[in-house]
């Protein structure tokens, strides 16, 4: 069965540090990869989608990056983190968003200080 | 920008009561997919609807679909207290290769014992 793996499960860094947020999928192959944030209360904004190794698309031009350097590990990113940038991070994969619904991880929750 | 608009923003029912929320959208879809989402956690896919289908069930969830409406309703017959999260349609895009969808902002449903 597939199952998706999202890690750390909570994260407090200084404004102006560095981040990396990993997400790996397993018992599947070519899963498309999403990165969405959630910010209290709120709906999912979709940051970054992946439909292929190095494939990335960028929904929201931001302080953030996401590659993907294997078929199912896809790893988000930023150089230096601001406050704006807290809130509970996801991640999620699909087969084939026509016909299935999303997997999500269990979330980070990322609050900058 | 946000797709699928959730009424009520939130809802308070008594355990056995039914719970109805909808959902609106302003584009044309492929599908409308349903999600719970328990506090703090990652969203569970709930169900997917196609465009072409009307209403669908899945145990106690009754899901029906007004394309000329743009407009869908997730019914929860018999509410239990582990009902209790929040309640999130997306809609998939209804055009090819381009595979994301978009999260509305979410019913918070209480039941109350």
């Known amino acids: 069965s597939q199952t998706i793996h999202q890690w750390p499960a909570t994260l407090v860094q200084p404004v102006g540090s560095p981040l990396s947020l990993e997400c790996t999928v397993e018992?599947?192959?070519?899963?498309?990869l999403y990165w969405y944030r959630q910010a209290a209360g709120r709906g999912l904004q979709l940051l970054f989608y992946?439909?292929?190794?190095?494939?990335i698309s960028s929904e929201v031009p931001q302080n953030l990056s996401a590659s993907r350097p294997q078929d199912r590990q896809f790893i988000l990113s930023s150089k230096k983190l601001l406050l704006s940038d807290s809130g509970f991070y996801l991640c999620?994969?699909?087969?084939?968003?026509?016909?299935?619904?999303?997997?999500f991880g269990s979330g980070t929750r990322l609050t900058v200080v | 920008s946000q797709q699928g608009e959730e009424d009520p923003q939130a809802l308070s029912i008594q355990e056995g009561e039914n719970a109805t929320m909808n959902c609106s959208y302003k584009?044309?879809?492929?599908?409308l997919q349903w999600y719970r989402q328990n506090s703090g956690r990652g969203l569970v896919h709930l169900i997917l609807?196609?465009?072409?289908?009307r209403e669908k069930h899945s145990g106690r969830l009754r899901v029906t679909l007004d394309t000329s409406k743009k407009s869908s309703s997730l019914l929860i017959t018999a509410s239990r207290a582990a009902d209790t999260a929040s309640y999130f349609c997306?809609?998939?895009?209804?055009?090819?290769?381009?595979?994301?969808?978009?999260f509305g902002i979410g019913t918070k449903l209480q039941v109350i014992p």
């Open positions: 999620a994969w699909t087969a084939d968003s026509s016909n299935y619904g999303y997997t």
């Open positions: 997306a809609t998939g895009p209804n055009s090819g290769g381009y595979q994301k969808v978009t």
């Open positions: 584009t044309s879809i492929n599908n």
């Open positions: 018992g599947t192959s070519n899963p498309n």
């Open positions: 609807i196609r465009s072409n289908e």
């Open positions: 992946s439909v292929g190794i190095g494939q």
